[in-house]
Structures are given as structure tokens and as C-alpha cells.
């Protein structure tokens, strides 16, 4: 069956833990094969959250945020997006309905052809804007937004945390996004350093991430 709200050109992922009805479907976009995934909405009463991605010739902004909004009924306590604009990451996220990341984004505009975007339903750390998704890499040049829990992410990131490595949230999110920018500053691409990170993790996900450095793509897992 087909989820018809989603025209092609979209990403969504939407987990739900303990769901075994999740299935993937290959979808066609303007720049790239990006893998599809639902699950069926039989249990609603689960943690559920959304994550959307644009990359393509339209402004990614509204994209995402009408994305979101046909996520909303999910349940969430924080949203946010992250667009690639003029080569740099330009971040707008906050805790609360999308009402007020739609009120951020108009009172200081984002637009760019590639973007993420995410409503939280948070389990590490409390709905503040700080542990808001997209969560970005200390220089800045990675963001990623994620669903689910990285259960070994304690371990991880007492790792990070030994190599100086800076958080800025309570989340288990952000680890991924600093394992990335580690891998990367190896000299890996950003699809290599995806996949050495997702290596690392333990437990469900669904994992978007970007890099204003390789703006041409848009990786996700599931
Ligand atoms: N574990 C992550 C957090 O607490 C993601 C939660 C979610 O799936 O929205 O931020």
C-alpha cells in the first residue's frame, strides 16, 4: 500500500518502537534513491515522532514544515529544521508546537535547496531548545536529526567526552552527530562516516543527517 500524502521528492521516516509492521519501499526523488519507510498506525499510543528531508530545486523550508504538520497528530514536545543556506547550516528549532518554530522561521527566514526537519518526542533529556533536533557537529558543518534511542550512547559518548569532545544537549541524539564529525576529521567521506557511526549504535533508529561540506546528498537510515 502506498502512504499518499507524501509526494516523491520527500523522506519520511517515522519509527515505532516495538512495531514489527515497519516496512520500506525505494521511492524515487529528483537527485537521489532515498529509502522510504512507515510503519502502520495501529499504535498510536507509542512514542512516535517525525522526521522529514528535502533536497531537490525547491526551497526546502515550507517542505518541511508542511511535512511536519502532517506528522503533528503523532505527538511531539519540540520541533525543529535545519536548511543548508548560502553553504552554511542555518538551525531553527525550539521546545512546543510547531506554531512557534513556524513564528522562528518567519521572523528570521531560512531558504536552500537541502533540508532536515524533526518533531521530538523526548526520552534523554528534557524538551528545552537545546535538546531540540537538528542536533549540529561542534564546527558546525554536520546536523542530524533522529528518532529513537541509542542505547549504548552513555559509553559513546564518556569516549567523546575523553577526547574533549563538547556537548550541548542531554540528548543520545547528539552522539551520533559528534561520532560523524570525529569520523569525518579521519578523512572519511560523509557517507562513510555515516555508515562507521551507525556501526557503533545500539538499538532502533531512524537517523537523517547532512553535510553543508557534500550538499549534494542527504543520508538516512533505518
Ligand atoms: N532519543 C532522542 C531524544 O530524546 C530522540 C527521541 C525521538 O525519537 O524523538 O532526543
Not at 529544521?81 to 513556524?102: C, F, P, Q, T, Y
Not at 567523546?160 to 561520532?179: G, K, P
Amino acid at each position: 500500500s502506498k502512504d499518499q500524502r507524501m509526494p516523491s521528492g520527500w523522506l519520511a521516516i517515522h519509527t515505532f518502537p516495538n512495531n514489527k509492521k515497519i516496512f520500506c519501499k525505494e521511492i524515487q526523488t529528483n537527485l537521489l534513491n532515498l529509502r522510504y519507510a512507515y510503519g502502520s498506525h495501529e499504535r498510536k499510543e507509542e512514542s512516535m515522532c517525525g522526521i522529514v528531508g528535502y533536497i531537490g530545486e525547491k526551497d526546502a523550508t515550507p517542505i518541511i514544515l508542511n511535512g511536519l504538520k502532517k506528522l503533528e497528530y503523532r505527538g511531539y514536545d519540540s520541533a525543529g529544521l535545519a536548511v543548508i543556506e548560502n553553504g552554511s547550516i542555518a538551525l531553527r528549532r525550539d521546545a512546543g508546537k510547531l506554531e512557534k518554530l513556524i513564528t522562528l522561521v518567519n521572523n528570521k527566514p531560512v531558504s536552500g535547496n537541502l533540508g532536515i526537519g524533526h518533531t521530538r518526542w523526548a526520552t534523554h533529556g528534557v524538551p528545552s531548545a537545546n535538546n531540540a533536533h537538528p542536533h549540529i557537529s561542534g564546527n558546525g558543518k554536520v546536523v542530524l536529526v533522529h528518532n529513537g534511542i541509542v542505547e549504548n550512547f552513555l559509553e559513546l559518548k564518556q569516549e567523546l567526552m575523553a577526547e574533549n569532545v563538547q556537548f550541548q544537549s542531554d540528548t543520545d541524539s547528539e552522539t551520533i552527530v559528534l561520532l560523524v564529525e570525529r569520523f569525518l576529521s579521519s578523512g572519511k567521506g560523509l557517507i562513510d562516516a555515516a555508515r562507521s557511526t551507525f556501526e557503533l549504535l545500539r538499538g532502533a533508529h531512524g537517523i537523517v543527517l547532512i553535510s553543508s561540506d557534500e550538499p549534494d546528498k542527504i543520508v538516512a537510515a533505518r
